[in-house]
């Protein structure tokens, strides 16, 4: 076993993902190497608390850790984000000696070298920050055709069901010339796709912690940096999606025709009862408006059933606002009770197999919706920026082989191309078929 060799398990969302690359390269710029699990001395856990059954799952993970490596008091166990911010220094055993959360994740590779060094030291970083702490810098990895870049942590809103406040703590937004320089390193590396990442992005700024830019003017600022081909965002609430940040569609280029604007329920009762500050009338002008701003705009929303106090008639408003806003792919969930939150202590709570069954109706819904969005992308030209190559057969043609990317709007693109690394380059293509899950095109011209 390697002594300074590291393994790390993600679970979650795109920002938990985005942290754990980041403490792989600061554990990396340490002297550390990634490693696999049953050779590393260090594990960490990042974890996520906003679905069901989440500790569960975090035990689960710890026991196969165990099992792995023999219980061997010489792994050290960490435990970071969401759970670790939630159930604390109860996560401490023999091999779990480090538990982060949220705003602790910044101290981790710091923390682990001393719990290196001090066999008997346990540590627990819990304490959520005044600020937006900036992160020492990691090493260079290779470059990457999409960057990520967080520009504020935390949220204020409080919704019924929803744990991130307690996890995530208060809003906090990042300066603005911090987000510009990562932007700038990461566009000076290779990259040619920006998303920047946030629990309410949209509302970045209006914290005690902002320094006068406002979101619509921080995506104007960073797609004007050199090299940005394209420019995306997750994930804003629509409370606080206002006139400037739809005129954006229209007004930046480099914006991708695609949002995700988390919905939850189409019932004006059930939005009320959560919290979200919106009805459903707000929520379909909000759709027209980006609609009248970018007209082939591609929405995707996330969606809650089971709702405490949900009716049938509730449900069937939220099948019918996701007909009337076309989405073309959705995240849907049966509501499960989060520790700490209003929605945990409501007493009407829907049956589990009420849940499930109104879960697969409104996912058939959305298959067919999602199916009906990717079949008119037939004929239609676009642009795919190229990650990887794909499996999938390319043609009969073994001078040529599958290249997979995405166009504009998110969606996974086949296209077959010379043999070659095209990674990280664009390339014009015409949709030739559409697949259940992605599409098929054929190169209308060279990779750039």
């Not at 988390?262 to 009338?281: E, F, H, I, T, W």
């Amino acid at each position: 076993m390697i002594d300074n060799s590291f393994h790390i398990i993600t679970f979650g969302c795109q920002m938990n993902v985005h942290d754990s690359q980041w403490l792989a390269r600061a554990l990396e710029a340490r002297g550390f190497c990634e490693a696999p699990l049953e050779e590393a001395r260090v594990v960490v856990v990042n974890t996520c608390s906003v679905r069901e059954k989440p500790e569960q799952k975090v035990m689960s993970t710890l026991g196969r850790i165990r099992q792995v490596t023999g219980n061997s008091p010489r792994v050290l166990v960490a435990v970071t984000g969401c759970v670790a911010q939630q159930l604390g220094e109860k996560l401490f055993s023999r091999q779990v000696r480090l538990v982060a959360g949220s705003d602790g994740i910044s101290g981790t590779p710091q923390a682990i070298e001393r719990l290196l060094d001090e066999p008997a030291l346990r540590l627990s970083l819990l304490d959520f920050t005044s600020h937006y702490v900036e992160r020492e810098p990691g090493a260079d990895t290779p470059s990457a055709p999409v960057g990520f870049v967080n520009i504020m942590q935390g949220c204020d809103n409080f919704c019924a069901y929803c744990i991130v406040p307690y996890t995530r703590g208060r809003q906090k937004s990042r300066l603005t010339p911090a987000i510009l320089d990562e932007c700038r390193h990461l566009l000076d590396r290779g990259a040619r796709e920006i998303t920047l990442l946030g629990q309410n992005v949209n509302a970045f700024g209006r914290d005690a912690h902002g320094d006068g830019v406002s979101f619509a003017a921080l995506l104007e600022k960073v797609a004007a940096l050199p090299g940005l081909k394209r420019l995306r965002y997750v994930t804003p609430h629509p409370k606080d999606m206002g006139p400037e940040d739809v005129a954006a569609f229209a007004d930046i280029p480099q914006l991708c025709p695609r949002l995700h604007l988390p919905l939850q329920a189409g019932s004006d009762a059930v939005l009320k009862r959560m919290g979200r500050k919106y009805d459903s009338a707000r929520y379909l002008d909000l759709v027209a408006g980006l609609r009248d701003a970018r007209p082939d705009i591609a929405l995707s929303t996330d969606l809650i059933v089971g709702f405490p106090g949900e009716t049938e008639e509730d449900f069937a408003a939220t099948l019918e606002l996701m007909r009337a806003s076309d989405f073309m792919s959705s995240f849907s969930f049966c509501y499960s009770d989060r520790p700490g939150t209003r929605a945990s202590r409501f007493l009407d709570k829907i049956a589990p197999d009420v849940q499930q069954d109104r879960l697969l109706r409104l996912q058939a819904l959305q298959e067919a919706l999602s199916q009906r969005w990717l079949d008119a992308r037939v004929g239609q030209e676009c642009e795919v920026l190229l990650e990887n190559a794909s499996r999938r057969e390319a043609t009969t043609d073994d001078s040529l082989q599958s290249w997979q990317g995405r166009d504009a709007y998110g969606a996974l693109v086949h296209v077959p191309l010379p043999a070659g690394d095209h990674t990280g380059r664009l390339v014009s293509a015409r949709i030739v078929e559409a697949k259940k899950h992605s599409l098929v095109a054929e190169a209308t011209g060279q990779p750039w």
